[in-house]
């Protein structure tokens, strides 16, 4: 498929932005230190959020979902919002740089370079004489836990109220080459539930295990009947994942308890799979347990939806982000991971891009994944998704001026 040109006040409106950018791309970069430095969990992200707030003098923030704000530059009316998370998670930090955390908590899925990269691209649409339409910069809490912080700030309805006719997001990615773009049309992270089965049986002693109802091989046995409901009852060409993460059960070697637990995640791109699988799950644990004397609570908990780019918004992005000289991945990535982003949809459209920091195409050293002690993405991971922002800003104006 051949790549359109970019509207020519599309390209001028984005060459303004990028030449403003690298003005304050050290700052960022110290900004990003600050942050990495001083980690704090979802629902205290206050100190982070305050750390911001200081350097963004003369700008009105306005508090949203308890401990996140947002802050608008540019002319009243439609506005495109961009949105970074504040939050870190709870992993003791083994990176060995001068700046790593000490505190228990550690960005280890790239929030500081998000936060950064939206701090230097609200900078230089602050020294853009004119902006077409309004940027909104989401300083965005909870997207580690729930409640969903997203979803929040969408109850809110405070992006209404700022008229945001689509929301860009970016996110480090390792497992795209390093300075390689990914955007791609339809689902590219997945809806993410939890379950919880608690299975209750009987007592007794382990040398006598015919008076007992024994919870510990009805747990075994549901969780291989689970792999078994993606592999036989799920499209194979569908995604879908079923992890147990954690199993729980007995107080001695030689004690026989009473029950048992075991808790999981499901990750579904359809939601035909995901309402099938929710139903499975119950029948299979409470049937399981029933067979064998037992009784089967299931608990499901429902979280974020699937997240679907938009795919206006990805035919004007694509075409920025080449006229940038940025890598756009031929084949979009796609995984079974989830974000709160996709919230966001139930208001406007939407786009989240990944921005590779992985080992580049020719086979250098592999990186280690979101969610790892030792995860640290180059610096130049800043600029790399200030610009993927920038060309997402850019592509949101272009859909609101056509509305």
Request: proline share 8%; with cysteine; hydrophobic share 45%.
């Amino acid at each position: 498929m051949v790549t359109p040109w970019p509207d020519p006040a599309a390209t001028t409106l984005l060459a303004q932005l990028v030449d403003h950018l690298d003005q304050d791309l050290v700052h960022a970069r110290a900004l990003r230190r600050e942050l990495h430095r001083h980690p704090d969990l979802s629902g205290s992200e206050r100190p982070t959020a305050d750390r911001l707030r200081h350097v963004l003098p003369n700008l009105r923030a306005t508090r949203v979902a308890d401990t996140g704000f947002l802050v608008r530059v540019g002319p009243p009316g439609p506005a495109v919002a961009i949105r970074a998370e504040l939050d870190a998670l709870p992993l003791t930090e083994h990176t060995g740089v001068e700046w790593a955390s000490t505190n228990g908590a550690m960005h280890a899925c790239g929030h500081d370079v998000h936060l950064a990269a939206l701090w230097l691209l609200l900078q230089a649409a602050r020294r853009v004489e004119k902006l077409p339409v309004g940027l909104v910069a989401l300083f965005q809490p909870r997207e580690e836990t729930q409640p969903s912080g997203a979803e929040d700030v969408v109850t809110s309805q405070l992006l209404s109220e700022h008229q945001v006719c689509a929301v860009i997001g970016g996110h480090v990615q390792p497992q795209v080459p390093g300075g390689v773009i990914s955007t791609g049309v339809g689902a590219v992270n997945a809806a993410a539930d939890q379950f919880d089965i608690v299975v209750h049986g009987e007592p007794a002693h382990g040398a006598y295990p015919h008076v007992s109802i024994d919870p510990i091989p009805i747990l075994a046995a549901i969780v291989t009947g689970l792999q078994e409901l993606v592999s036989r009852t799920i499209d194979p060409v569908h995604p879908a994942v079923i992890t147990v993460g954690r199993m729980q059960a007995g107080t001695a070697h030689n004690i026989i308890p009473a029950s048992g637990s075991l808790h999981g995640v499901i990750r579904t791109m359809y939601e035909s799979d995901r309402t099938h699988l929710h139903a499975a799950i119950r029948r299979l644990a409470e049937h399981t347990a029933a067979a064998r004397g037992a009784r089967a609570e299931v608990n499901l908990v429902v979280g974020d939806p699937v997240l679907n780019n938009d795919r206006r918004l990805v035919q004007l992005v694509d075409p920025l982000l080449t006229h940038l000289g940025m890598p756009v991945a031929h084949e979009p990535f796609r995984s079974c991971g989830a974000d709160d982003f996709s919230h966001y949809s139930r208001i406007a459209p939407i786009l989240m891009m990944f921005v590779g920091t992985g080992a580049p195409a020719s086979g250098a050293r592999h990186r280690v994944g979101l969610h790892h002690p030792t995860f640290l993405p180059p610096e130049e991971s800043i600029r790399h998704l200030a610009l993927g922002l920038a060309a997402g800003y850019v592509g949101g104006v272009q859909l609101a001026q056509r509305n």
